[in-house]
């Protein structure tokens, strides 16, 4: 059986972290680059001979989930299988799954389907936007993706950013026809309009490349290949770019203006007599960002990567006068359109906010909510001022849904168990893809739930090798959503965890929770942040005990608070992972896709300044920590420190740990019963994850000053890690030689036990590979002894020992 390693964002072991936890199975330094040859997602994706997803995240029993697939091969197998343990490494119980008994166990003939990358806004077609005669366009952008510039990013891609063609800016052009209008950059550059009668073409160019606007920090895919900012940029990024079409003199215009107060050379303004007459439009929808190739295509060609703000249309030939008065911000009458992105930001409507409504549609997710031109640098909040935010951020390689069609579906039997599901789809050359999804019960009934981190899965969940949130796009910059309609090849089982070679993250990682409840007995509810976020508190109050997954990193408002008010009034929460609730995450209305606005945390990628407020709920984006909830108020620990790298001549990457003394009191000494360590603890244990001890990888620790309470017990600390552990960006005031683990007291992990009222609880391992031994001995070693202590007491019902 093939078994397809998949990387997170890009290729490395050696590079890690908060913003880069990137556990693939090659690794890369700083002095190497990254490879020249990089495979396109759409060919990355093929290569693993099927895929597929589901249209929902969790499902109850009696309710329909779509399973959508896309093979070459004529046709292929599906069974429905209740995943109990997804990591296919031998040295531990391998893949354990049972098959459902169901009639949607069978063949189905393949269906190859594309990714329809690209995100562009469509406006529907209106005999208004069809001008008989003359006509002009406006627009401002700030273009990233200039052919020839030295700013480009290969590591997903056969050809160049920078490499020559058209990219559409205000489009209703038929490429294959060669007819209609629409303002681009060309293949050198330079702004062009182009107009058509379907017999010639007249492209009028300024012939003076335009300079690309370099994006705010993009990923480590730059200092991977040493890349540096580009020199030959426009120093604000932004251009008033306009062109005009004069019917009756056949006169072109077509003006690029740099919003700079500094020396540019790339203005250009040139006019030119056209020998065609009148422009023949076709009946398609206006593109922005984009244009047509062929008649009857649904998916646009020629993306254009950058910011678009303010177009607009109008049905006559503007005069030098009024093109002036519009790039000095003053707006000309009577456009016939005149579309603003600074309003409905958190939907996908584009309004026109010109008299004739002729709204639009943003496609695949551009990023809206950005700061425009004129954004005067003062004002941060959108919210108070949205019109300096009418840009939006186009991306070739955008997309919110891959829009595969449904190749079967699957109705929950009534006596389902609840658990994590996966249409297990199976092609010629054993080829096997697991389409993940979760089983919520159809009432609650137990009294342990498990939290399912379907917001981390999506921030982490890559595409044809991209499309994650610690991915970069074409252009450099980050992706700011993460979309659940779509392939995530690394939300589901047998991607990582192989022969000792990989490292299980996220949802193979969580599948040694899955396994060991199972294993044990336990009667559990499954059920996920989705979930959570939706139904709030009222959700949790069905549970005595809740347990995390192993890296619950992105949470949500509404998460935060159910949690806080349900722990207040007596829930007991196991918190089984490290460098959890760190990173604010939200979702769209429909709850398909989620957002973040990275910034002054340990990240992948920065937003640019003004624009760290979310676009889909209007609030500050960020670590949790700088919203004033830091970890440590909630769990009584919070992210400290990251290593994946290991001492020299040493195989150990983690560490085991020491218990405290304050683990022989009575609030903590019953952690520890049939424990007899106590040091060393967990260090001679085999694992799945990191090899050396269940303290590891992204490590949490006590901090009172961030608001650790005061009854915090800590039961236990790790042993000391070696200087590839590092400790957080975010706690680092100034540049230091000592923010290792054999310098830095502050990298380090303790194992905690925090005290709510009324009843309260939360243990925290403060590790992420705490789980990642629990398989040795049948599960019956010192780290599930530990943790059914804590499970056991904390579903009894029974008044903790010590709790005050």
């Not at 970890?631 to 040493?650: D, I, K, N």
Request: glycine fraction near 10%.
């Amino acid at each position: 059986m093939v078994v397809s390693a998949l990387v997170i964002g890009i290729p490395s072991a050696s590079y890690g972290g908060a913003g880069n936890d990137n556990p693939g199975t090659t690794s890369y330094i700083p002095d190497e680059p990254l490879p020249n040859d990089p495979v396109p997602p759409q060919e990355r994706l093929d290569a693993l001979g099927i895929s597929g997803y589901a249209d929902r995240m969790s499902v109850r029993p009696g309710e329909s989930v779509r399973i959508m697939v896309s093979t070459k091969a004529s046709s292929f197998s599906s069974k429905i299988v209740r995943v109990s343990h997804g990591d296919a490494d031998p040295i531990g119980p391998g893949i354990v799954e049972q098959v459902v008994d169901t009639p949607v166990n069978r063949t189905y003939q393949g269906m190859d389907q594309r990714l329809p990358l690209g995100s562009y806004v469509a406006v529907p077609d209106d005999r208004r936007l069809r001008p008989s005669g003359s006509f002009s366009i406006t627009a401002w952008i700030a273009p990233t993706t200039i052919p020839g510039s030295p700013f480009n990013r290969t590591a997903l891609r056969r050809t160049p950013v920078g490499t020559p063609r058209l990219q559409g800016l205000v489009t209703k052009w038929s490429e294959s026809e060669r007819r209609g209008y629409g303002l681009f950059i060309d293949e050198q550059g330079s702004l062009a309009l182009r107009v058509g009668s379907g017999r010639g073409v007249e492209t009028v160019s300024t012939g003076v490349k335009l300079k690309p606007w370099a994006p705010a920090l993009g990923g480590p895919e730059m200092y991977f290949n040493k890349a540096v900012r580009p020199m030959h940029v426009n120093n604000s990024g932004w251009y008033f770019v306009a062109a005009t079409y004069d019917a009756a003199t056949r006169k072109v215009t077509v003006v690029q203006k740099p919003v700079s107060t500094l020396p540019d050379d790339s203005a250009a303004t040139v006019t030119k007599q056209v020998s065609g007459g009148r422009v023949d439009v076709p009946a398609k929808p206006l593109l922005m960002a984009a244009y047509w190739n062929r008649a009857g295509d649904t998916q646009p060609a020629g993306f254009y990567n950058g910011k678009i703000e303010s177009p607009a249309v109008y049905d006559r030939a503007l005069r030098p006068a009024e093109l002036a008065a519009i790039g000095a911000g003053r707006q000309s009458a009577r456009p016939v359109a005149n579309w603003d992105f600074s309003q409905q930001v958190s939907t996908d409507r584009v309004v026109d906010a010109g008299r004739h409504r002729l709204d639009g549609r943003a496609v695949n997710g551009p990023v809206r909510a950005l700061t425009s031109h004129d954004w005067d640098r003062k004002t941060m909040n959108y919210n108070e001022d949205p019109a300096q935010w009418g840009a939006t951020y186009f991306h070739e390689d955008d997309m919110l849904d891959a829009r595969w069609r449904p190749s079967f579906t699957f109705t929950v039997p009534e006596n389902a168990r609840s658990g994590v599901y996966a249409a297990r789809l199976e092609a010629p050359g054993d080829k096997v893809y697991h389409v993940t999804f979760v089983v919520r019960p159809k009432k609650p009934s137990a009294k342990i739930a498990m939290l399912v981190p379907t917001l981390s899965y999506l921030a982490y969940g890559t595409t044809g090798g991209t499309m994650s949130q610690y991915s970069d796009h074409a252009d450099g910059s980050g992706y700011v959503y993460s979309s659940a309609l779509r392939p995530i090849e690394n939300y589901r089982s047998m991607t990582t965890g192989r022969k000792g070679e990989g490292r299980p993250w996220q949802f193979e990682a969580d599948t040694h929770i899955f396994h060991w409840l199972d294993s044990k007995g336990y009667d559990v509810d499954y059920i996920t942040d989705h979930d959570l976020d939706r139904e709030g508190r009222a959700l949790l109050d069905n549970y005595q005990t809740v347990i995390t997954g192993t890296h619950p990193e992105y949470i949500s408002t509404g998460e935060m608070d159910a949690f806080k008010a349900w722990l207040d009034d007596g829930g007991r929460l196991m918190y089984m992972g490290g460098n959890g609730f760190y990173w604010v995450t939200s979702l769209n209305r429909t709850a398909t896709y989620t957002e973040l606005r990275r910034h002054d945390g340990t990240e992948a990628w920065q937003a640019a300044p003004g624009e760290y407020y979310h676009s889909t709920t209007g609030e500050y984006g960020g670590l949790w920590r700088f919203r004033g909830r830091p970890p440590q108020e909630l769990v009584g620990v919070g992210f400290s420190a990251q290593g994946f790298g290991h001492p020299t001549g040493s195989a150990r990457y983690n560490v085991p740990f020491d218990r405290s003394v304050a683990s022989h009191s009575p609030a903590g000494a019953w952690v520890f019963d049939g424990v007899t360590a106590t040091k060393g603890i967990g260090g001679d244990l085999p694992s799945l994850q990191s090899p050396g001890g269940p303290m590891g990888e992204e490590v949490d620790r006590v901090d009172y000053a961030l608001g650790t309470p005061a009854n915090a017990v800590v039961l236990g600390t790790s042993q000391p890690f070696g200087k590839q552990y590092m400790h957080v960006v975010e706690e680092i005031n100034t540049s230091s030689l000592f923010e290792g683990g054999d310098t830095n007291p502050m990298v380090r992990g303790d194992v905690t036990l925090v005290h709510y009222p009324n009843g309260g609880a939360v243990f925290s391992t403060a590790s992420m590979v705490w789980t990642g031994s629990f398989f040795h001995n049948n599960y019956d070693n010192d780290m599930t002894r530990i943790t059914e202590n804590v499970l056991n007491m904390f579903t009894s019902g029974k008044r903790l020992p010590g709790a005050g």
